[in-house]
């Protein structure tokens, strides 16, 4: 008898639970198909995940601590990151937004606003650039308070603090903030480039500076140990300018040391920190960029008036410029290479203040404009190709 009673009771019970999961059904009804994704084999729910946006895997990883331990691990992090597309990143002035990400409220910084203005004044937003069919999508983030944004990595940016002047890295992704110290100040000249090295596993920010000498000299900040060391610089008189900004490719950051006439470029070893020369294949013009083009550096030089060459270095231990593309399907005078998408098989230019893009296809070998959604902030330095990561 009283076994019967049990059984009646743990029945009742099971078809109580039963129906309590089926109102959560149909009250949350993304919540019927989370046993069934959560019994997927966990290869095949890695590579579903790797195909969700950044923004999306972060509400992803609250699923399950499955799912959480997944997104978070370090190699989904560096599959994802190798996967997403290139957008371009920028600062753009706008009125106060709501509910924004202000820099200088994370650092609890002081900021002082005139008693007699009657609204805030413009703040400096980020903003992406994703180039797609022909069309320039602009997508705005509600993160402000950078002055500059000095390099990008991995999904990390490098910039200037607009109230304190101080250095950040930031990922717009996950919020994650880290305020540096500053290196050498005053300098004539500057270049900032921010590297991961795959050997330390460590990110490094380099300070290239000038005094009034045209001396150049050299220091790295490791993210790990927070603190600034010199390291010996590039021979005297390789540099005349450091408006380039440098570029990543084949294990070493890159330069053109001059703003026009270069006939060699100054790379650093990321690992060896040791700097040294090559040639190029034809002296630069004011408009020629170096970029980098599926892992291997590339430069992009204008050959008469609409003739574009792109050249191709693979490494640094002696092998030598191999000429890639001969674009002269254009008619669009002055344009400044600004990165490749898509593996390489696009290669996008601007010209200076021009509220576009110019896609070049490599495979159809055709050159189309590609029409900015929005107000252009004008200028080649304005845009930095960026990839929306998890990166810590």
């Given at each position: ?7 009646i009771l743990?029945?009742?019970a ?9 109102d959560k059904a149909?009250?949350f ?5 989370v046993g069934?994704?959560a019994n997927?084999?966990?290869d095949?729910i ?5 195909l ?8 992803s990883s609250?699923v399950?601590k499955?799912w ?6 370090s190699d ?5 990151a190798?996967q997403?597309e290139?957008?371009f990143?920028f600062l753009?002035?706008?009125s106060?937004r709501?509910k924004s ?9 002081l900021?002082n ?15 992406f ?6 069309r ?9 308070g950078f002055?500059n944004?000095?390099a990008?990595?991995n999904g990390?940016?490098l910039?200037?603090?607009e109230?304190s002047?101080g250095?950040?890295v930031l990922?717009p ?9 500053l290196?050498t100040?005053l300098?004539?000249?500057?270049s900032?480039?921010f590297?991961?090295s ?8 380099v300070?290239?500076f000038q005094?009034?000498?045209l ?6 900040l490791?993210l790990?140990?927070?603190s ?9 008189g390789l540099?005349?300018?450091?408006v380039?900004k440098p570029?990543t490719?084949i294990g070493?950051?890159h330069?053109?040391?001059s703003?026009n006439?270069c ?5 650093m ?15 630069s ?5 170096l970029v ?6 590339s430069?992009v030089?204008?050959?008469g008036?609409r ?7 693979k490494?640094l231990?002696g092998e030598?410029?191999v ?7 254009y008619r669009?005078?002055d344009l400044?290479p600004?990165?490749a ?14 509220p ?6 490599v495979?159809k070998e055709?050159?189309?404009m ?5 107000e252009a902030?004008g200028g080649?330095q ?6 929306n990561?998890l990166?810590?």
């Amino acid at each position: 008898m009283g076994s019967n009673r049990r059984e009646i009771l743990e029945n009742e019970a099971v078809q109580e639970r039963a129906s309590l999961n089926e109102d959560k059904a149909r009250e949350f009804p993304d919540v019927r198909h989370v046993g069934r994704v959560a019994n997927l084999p966990y290869d095949l729910i890695f590579r579903i995940l790797l195909l969700l946006p950044a923004e999306s895997l972060l509400i992803s990883s609250s699923v399950c601590k499955e799912w959480f331990s997944l997104i978070n691990s370090s190699d989904f992090i560096e599959a994802h990151a190798h996967q997403s597309e290139t957008v371009f990143i920028f600062l753009k002035k706008a009125s106060p937004r709501l509910k924004s990400f202000k820099i200088e409220d994370k650092l609890g910084l002081l900021v002082n606003y005139s008693i007699f203005s009657k609204s805030e004044p413009l703040r400096s937003y980020i903003n992406f650039v994703k180039v797609q069919g022909g069309r320039c999508k602009v997508i705005e983030s509600n993160i402000s308070g950078f002055k500059n944004i000095l390099a990008t990595c991995n999904g990390l940016i490098l910039a200037t603090c607009e109230q304190s002047g101080g250095l950040l890295v930031l990922n717009p992704v996950t919020r994650k903030l880290s305020a540096l110290p500053l290196g050498t100040t005053l300098p004539l000249e500057q270049s900032y480039g921010f590297v991961f090295s795959h050997l330390t596993k460590q990110y490094k920010v380099v300070h290239l500076f000038q005094d009034e000498s045209l001396h150049t000299s050299c220091e790295i900040l490791s993210l790990n140990t927070r603190s600034w060391r010199g390291v010996d610089g590039p021979s005297f008189g390789l540099f005349t300018s450091l408006v380039h900004k440098p570029v990543t490719a084949i294990g070493a950051l890159h330069w053109l040391p001059s703003s026009n006439n270069c006939s060699f470029i100054v790379s650093m070893g990321i690992d060896d920190e040791k700097f040294r020369t090559s040639s190029l294949p034809i002296s630069s013009t004011p408009n020629d960029r170096l970029v980098e083009i599926g892992g291997f550096l590339s430069f992009v030089t204008h050959v008469g008036f609409r003739r574009l060459d792109v050249w191709m270095l693979k490494g640094l231990e002696g092998e030598g410029w191999v000429k890639q593309h001969i674009i002269t399907s254009y008619r669009v005078p002055d344009l400044v290479p600004v990165s490749a998408l898509r593996c390489g098989r696009e290669l996008i230019f601007q010209v200076n203040g021009a509220p576009c893009f110019y896609a070049y296809d490599v495979e159809k070998e055709e050159m189309s404009m590609a029409v900015m959604e929005g107000e252009a902030p004008g200028g080649c330095q304005h845009y930095l190709p960026h990839v929306n990561t998890l990166t810590r």
